[in-house]
């Protein structure tokens, strides 16, 4: 068995066995974080059957998977970086699922550009959890504004996504975020990393994220 595939099993029993004796029906699916890594490394994966992967810039994932996901329509491309107005046009061509969006702005060219295609993209809200200068993410007390603005442009919203301040509390932040997501209705949550996916499964996490603890560490 390929270590990545082992890798990957490791981590479903890892989420399991944390799971029992919590009321959480569903298992979360893990999106393995393929950016940087050449298909040579990601073929096991395929092969193997896993469909959910992430990759955070446009024209690495367009060069990378086009081929590929028009070879198996099981595959499903989530865009978890920053999106680029400029880059949506392509974005919404290859991805499935974009983790990302956090202005009306970006928002507004998603609608414009997947109309185009006839195409719906599954969004998730990047929510600034941490309220942190640097980071992309729409502030929780704009959340609802944004909110309101994705649903008249007929998006299909899905649920929220937060990255938590590195050397945190994850569990702090994850809590605040089931809470919010709840509170807003939505079904799916993404939240949860190679360091932190066990705290974000207790809290109802629906899509981690999961790269160096798949494929390794990246060089």
Known sequence: MDITVKNLLDIENKIKSHLKGIDINNIPKIIAVSKTFNIGKISPLIEYGHADFGENK??????KWSEIKKENSKIKLHM???LQTNKVKFAVQIFDYIHS???EKLAKKIADEQSKINKKIKIFLQVNIGDEDQKSGINKRDLNKLVSYC???DLDLIGL???PPINSDSEIYFNEMKQLNYS???KELSMGMSSDYIQAVKNSS???RIGSNIFGQRF
């Open 206 to 208: 629906t899509y981690v």
């Open 101 to 103: 969006v956090d202005n």
């Open 151 to 153: 649903q008249q442009l």
């Open 184 to 186: 807003m209705g939505f």
């Open 80 to 82: 978890i970086g920053r």
């Open 58 to 63: 446009v024209q690495e994932a367009v060069e």
């Open 161 to 163: 996504m937060c990255i």
